[in-house]
């Protein structure tokens, strides 16, 4: 029978390179304990590398002997699916997407139902910021970008002519679908869609 150092590393060895995982990878392979003095063994010899507490990965050396990291959502993921947390793109970037703001996020950034924290991915930070979950109601999808720049615009800044321009860049079911997450919506955010829906375009 293998110990868990061994399935530990039999089960690292059926990642591909470069995909980050934590510990949650090991579940029923062996004490919490054993998997993490597996893990930290694999790490001294250089044969995974700990991108944060709990996160690791398999180096990817791509051409001309480059490391290669993996893309910071897909961080973000491992990092929430580990917690059973869900994800969307910060705000911000949101808000860039659809065209309110021509700023770019000075680092890469994600919202989530689980726990803020910061990963550093080579000379980048990964943020992920705790929000409440009815803010992530509609995540993983099109209106759920749409959802997260509403949030992000806050009171003074949304109105009817905002729920327009979303309304123009969205496929018309993601917009229905952002329409129907009235019960996900504060207060003013529900006002300034009920006043597009009415045409009150006036003030946009």
Not at 25 to 40: K, V, Y
Not at 64 to 79: M, S, Y
Not at 171 to 189: D, Y
């Amino acid at each position: 029978m293998m110990n868990t150092s061994q399935t530990v590393r039999e089960r690292i060895a059926a990642q591909p390179d470069g995909t980050p995982f934590t510990p949650a990878l090991f579940a029923g392979l062996g004490s919490r304990a054993a998997i993490d003095q597996a893990l930290m063994r694999l790490a001294k010899a250089g044969s995974i590398e700990r991108l944060g507490h709990g996160l690791y990965i398999v180096p990817k050396v791509g051409r001309f002997g480059i490391k290669t990291l993996p893309a910071p959502e897909q961080v973000a993921r491992t990092v929430a699916d580990a917690e059973g947390a869900i994800i969307e793109i910060h705000g911000a970037e949101a808000a860039r997407r659809f065209g309110f703001t021509t700023q770019m996020p000075a680092h890469a950034a994600f919202y989530t139902t689980g726990s803020s924290r910061a990963i550093r991915l080579g000379k980048m930070i990964v943020r992920l910021q705790h929000v409440a979950p009815r803010k992530l109601a509609l995540a993983g999808r099109p209106a759920g970008q749409a959802l997260s720049a509403l949030w992000y615009l806050g009171r003074n800044q949304v109105s009817p002519g905002t729920f327009k321009r979303i309304a123009e860049r969205l496929p018309s079911s993601e917009f229905q679908a952002l329409r129907e997450a009235k019960a996900s919506m504060p207060a003013w955010m529900v006002a300034a869609l009920t006043g597009y829906e009415r045409g009150e375009l006036t003030h946009a």
